[in-house]
Each structure stands twice: as C-alpha cells, then as structure tokens.
C-alpha cells in the first residue's frame, strides 16, 4: 500500500515527533478569525504553548528535561544527542554583576578573587582577577 499523506515531521536530531490531537473549544469569533486569515492552528498551538512554557518545555523535542544554571539553560535530552561537549543553550541568561548576556566560548562564569561579589563574568572580572 502507498503511504498517504506528508512524511512524518522531524526534529533537528531526525527523530520524528509522535503527535496527538486535541480539541479545543474556543469563542466563536476567534476560530472564525483563525479561519478567515488562513492560519493553521495545529502550528499556532503548539508555537503558543512552547514559548508559555519556554521555561519547562524544550522547542527541539517537547522534553521537560531542561537543566538551568547560572548561565542558561538547555534541553539534557537534546544535548545528549549531539556528539560534543558544548551545550546547546535554549536560552542565555544575563550576568547578575554588569548585565552582559553570557556566552558561551566568549564571555563565561568568573568570580573575583576579591570576592568584591558572588557572581561576575569574563566582562566584568578581568583575567588577572579571576578566581
Ligand atoms: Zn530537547
Ligand atoms: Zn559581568
């Protein structure tokens, strides 16, 4: 038998993502303003509640498997997957001393040796005062 359809979608990794349908019931006018602009709700859906819950959902697989540090954060499942040491960040935080964004490779975790504050990073603590 010919399969039917599209191919199954797949994540950056080539797994392909099982899928389920829901229902939802939604005020009238909405669903007729989805309609009328032509949107897929499918894809709505699933964009709207991955970036809600950005902070417990990975974009990439769907996993609750996210690990936060005081850098950033990234999907365990994900990362387990690539053959490197280098995380794949879902999200960069800021340094909390200078506000500079971390990242990765250029600017990095540093404290003081001072100890003037906790938590600094390569911008705002120089090389010769890093502990
Ligand atoms: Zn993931
Ligand atoms: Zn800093």
Known sequence: MAS???PPEVDKHGNVIQKSLVNVTIPTKLANFLKEKGINRSKLFTDIVTKLYKEKLCP???GEDLITTLVGRFCDDCNNKIPTETY???ELFNCKNCGNKYQPGYNMFAQPKDRSFEKGCFD???KENRL
């Open 4 to 6: 039917v359809g599209r």
């Open 60 to 62: 990439t697989c769907y």
């Open 88 to 90: 794949v960040w879902l």
């Open 124 to 126: 705002c603590v120089p």
